[in-house]
């Protein structure tokens, strides 16, 4: 594996994990991995071929049957090894985030702290399998309820949470029982066999958790595949509808989540020096890469102006540079490519009829090979305007005036998008009716970004997720296992009879 700081003459290969050990990829189709602060390449990552998806699926469902077998203490006993490894280890992961995605690494410690609660979450897996019992439900008759893991299990994760998304997922899946395949981005794909390792170290069983490296050939083998019993899939928009119909077609269960444009409601009563605190953090925190930033800032009446000109004071203020140097707040973008997209809506924007406030064109510091764009803060944008109907992804905050809180909620509600929400305001009862109203699945009152606590459930609404089961908590645990009702009845000579009637309580 490469080592986070210390790049290679001849970038290393990433190969996959399968079975409880590396495994070379063989398809000879590769990608290359960069460090977007230096625009250098270090390393390799294999792309794996329909063959090498069905030997690691091979090896998820041999270990299938002995781990769902193992007992409940003994399964919570991992979970309890496992959060102790990544809490040791958690600086370790952070680098190897950092070299691949960018981001600084205080940032990259949150990502694995958030993914850490998640795992936390499942040490008490024994409660959360608890089923129910209703003893004498007929005469002679008690009914309880069982949740059983579905099986192999493939999680198809982005670049922008490397370890927290997959975190999400695999801590669920393998607590309750299922084994687990991960294709996580090629982009950043060290911390998935990082993780690989950690869970060996754990003393998860060989075939358990695996990985494998690819592109769309690994993740359409993914979906076609009839061992994978279910699909967990966080990604772009159209990516998602793509894996949940096929996936849904060939009669897995899936849920795939998918882009967002965030609101930040502010109300003219809102503390005007918090919103602005929070709307730049919230916006150019990871370079605006997060699925839960805040990309456009909702002004209600005479709050605009000194909203505009509190967020404008604090930009130049944001230390744009590598991520791995800790006077760094915000660090590059994921490739070349991406920064460039993303400037592209600064560029255009007056073109629309957008007033560009900040350019983050001008002062992009960092290496000069780096994917670096600086933040960029741009008002008067309107619904039909590219800047505000598309889901940027990069350090861009959008500014749109309204006049009234109605016209505000209006906007929120049309979008296509509903994955967070937030309200800004001293008003208890605006703010409460603003949760009741509102069309996201997340809603933060006065809180930017609402990723829940992990006893709660992450999920959007609308073109945010496809399907019905939001990541970890309560709805992680129905996501991963099949419910089953077991009616039962012990021989009682003395009440045995013939009755070829339908079965009714008694
Ligand atoms: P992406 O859709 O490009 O890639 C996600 C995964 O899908 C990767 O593993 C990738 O290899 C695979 N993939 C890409 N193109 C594919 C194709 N044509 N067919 C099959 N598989 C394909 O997303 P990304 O750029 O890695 O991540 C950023 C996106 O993820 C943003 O849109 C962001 O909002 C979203 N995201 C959403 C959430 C959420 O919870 N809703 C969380 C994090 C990120």
């Known amino acids: 594996m490469t080592h986070p700081t210390e790049a290679p003459a001849v970038p290393a290969p990433i190969d996959h994990w399968i079975g409880g ?106 409660h959360l399998l608890k089923g129910a019992m209703s003893e004498q439900a007929s005469t002679g008759i008690d009914v309880y309820s069982l949740r059983q893991p579905l099986g192999v ?94 996936a849904t077609a060939a009669g897995k269960r899936c849920q795939a989540f998918g882009g967002a444009k965030n609101h930040m409601v502010v109300l003219p009563d809102a503390d005007v020096e918090m919103a602005a605190d929070a709307a730049v953090s919230a916006a150019y925190g990871s370079a605006g890469e997060r699925c839960m930033a805040i990309s456009m800032l909702v002004a209600v009446g005479d709050v605009a102006d000194p909203l505009v000109a509190a967020i404008e004071r604090r930009i130049p203020a944001v230390t744009v540079g590598d991520g791995a140097d800790p006077a760094s707040e915000m660090g590059p973008l994921i490739t070349a490519d991406h920064r460039d997209r993303v400037a592209s809506y600064v560029a255009n924007a007056g073109g629309e009829g957008g007033r560009v406030v900040v350019d983050g064109r001008d002062g992009a510091d960092g290496d000069a090979n780096g994917f670096f764009l600086a933040p960029s803060l741009i008002d008067d944008l309107e619904p039909g305007m590219a800047a505000y109907d598309d889901e940027i992804f990069g350090p861009v905050l959008g500014v749109t005036r309204v006049g009234t809180y109605e016209e505000a909620v209006a906007l929120v509600n049309e979008n296509p998008f509903g994955n967070g929400t937030a309200i800004f305001t001293r008003d208890g009862g605006v703010a409460r009716q603003f949760s009741f109203a509102v069309q996201a699945g997340m809603v933060g009152i006065n809180v930017p970004i609402p990723v829940p606590v992990a006893f709660y459930s992450f999920g959007g609404w609308k073109s945010s997720l496809f399907g019905d089961r939001h990541l970890y908590g309560t709805e992680g645990i129905d996501f991963y296992t099949h419910s089953k009702v077991v009616t039962a009845r012990w021989p009682d000579p003395a009440t045995s009879t013939v009755d070829l009637g339908f079965p009714q309580t008694r």
């Open 21 to 126: 050990a590396p495994f070379a990829a063989v398809s000879g189709r590769t990608a290359p991995v960069r460090n977007p602060a230096t625009g250098e390449q270090i390393a390799t990552v294999g792309l794996a071929t329909e063959a090498e998806v069905d030997r690691a699926v091979q090896a998820a469902e041999a270990a299938f049957p002995a781990w769902r077998a193992l007992s409940l203490t003994r399964r919570a006993d991992l979970m309890f090894t496992i959060r102790q490894l990544v809490r040791e280890r958690r600086d370790e992961i952070a680098e190897l985030i950092t070299a691949q995605h960018g981001k600084v690494l205080s940032d990259a410690r949150g990502e694995v702290t958030r993914g850490l609660e998640v795992i936390e979450f499942c040490c008490g897996i024994p």
């Open 153 to 246: 299990v493939a999680g198809i994760t982005p670049f922008n949470f490397p370890a927290m998304v997959p975190m999400w997922m695999w801590a669920v899946a393998l607590a309750c029982g299922n084994t687990f395949v991960l294709k996580p981005s090629e982009k950043d794909p060290s911390v998935s066999l990082y993780t690989a390792e950690l869970l060996r170290d754990a003393g998860v069983p060989d075939g358990v958790f695996n990985v494998v490296n690819g592109d769309k050939v690994a993740v359409d083998a993914l979906l076609a595949h009839h061992d994978v019993a279910a699909v967990s899939f966080v990604g772009s928009t159209p990516v998602a509808r793509y894996v949940y119909e096929r």
